[in-house]
C-alpha cells in the first residue's frame, strides 16, 4: 500500500510541474507489481479532480481552436482502448506503455532541442489525437498529447491548461465507458478515495515547485525519469 502513496504523490507532483505524464509516472511506478487493468481505474478517478483544478486554474489560457478538435479525435480512440483494455495480456500491454513513455521522452527532448513553435497539421492533429484515444482508453496515458500541444503554445501554462482541458472531458467520457464495461470494482473505488490526499499534496508540490524552480532543469529530469521507466517497463515485459 505504501507504494501506491509513493505512486500517487510523485505522479502528481509531476503533473503539478508539468501538466502531463501523471500516468506516465503512476503507471511506471506500479506496472512492476500491479495489473493494468488495476492501475486504470484508479488512476483516472484520481486524474478527474485534478485535472479540474489545473484547467480551473489555466481557465483564461485556454483556446477553443486547440481544446476542441482535440476532444473529438480523443473520444474517437478511447471507445478501441477501453475494450482493449478488458481482453489484451497485461505483459504486452507493459511493454507498449514502456515504448510510448520512451517515445515521448525522446519528443520532448526534440523539442526542448529546436524550441520552435510549429504549425497546426489537421492530419497530425487527428493521428495524434486518435492515438492519443488510444493510449488513454488503454491505460490512461495522454501524453502524446502534450508533445503535439508543447509544439504550437508559447508557454507551460497554456500547455498545462489546455491539456488538462481535453484531459477533463476525456476522463468523463472514459468513466462512462469504464462503468458500462464493468471495468470499475469496489476495490478501485477505495483505493481512489484513499489516494486522493497523496494525490492532491503532490498537485500541489509541483504546482508550487514549478513557480521556483528554472523550467529547463525541471524538464530535463521529466525526461530523464521517463526513459529510464520506459527501458524498465520494456526489459521486464518482452
Known sequence: MALWYIAAFCAYFVKGLCGFANTLVLTAILSFGVDNIEISPVELLLGIPMNAVMAWRGRRRLQ????????????????????????????????????????????????????????????????????????????GIGALLAAYIGRITDDSETLKANISAVFVVENAFRVCLYAILGVFTVHSLHMAALLLPAGGVGLLAGILSGKKLDERVVKTIVIMLLLVSGVALIAMNI
Do not use: D, H, W
Open 64 to 139: 477553443a481552436s486547440i481544446v476542441a478538435p482535440l476532444i473529438c479525435y480523443v473520444l474517437s480512440g478511447n471507445i478501441v482502448g477501453t475494450v482493449m483494455l478488458k481482453n489484451i495480456n497485461a505483459a504486452p500491454i507493459r511493454a507498449l506503455c514502456g515504448f510510448v513513455v520512451m517515445a515521448v521522452a525522446l519528443e520532448m527532448l526534440a523539442c526542448t532541442l529546436r524550441p520552435r513553435r510549429a504549425k497546426q497539421s489537421k492530419a497530425v492533429l487527428a493521428i495524434i489525437g486518435v492515438a492519443s484515444g488510444v493510449c488513454c482508453g488503454l491505460f
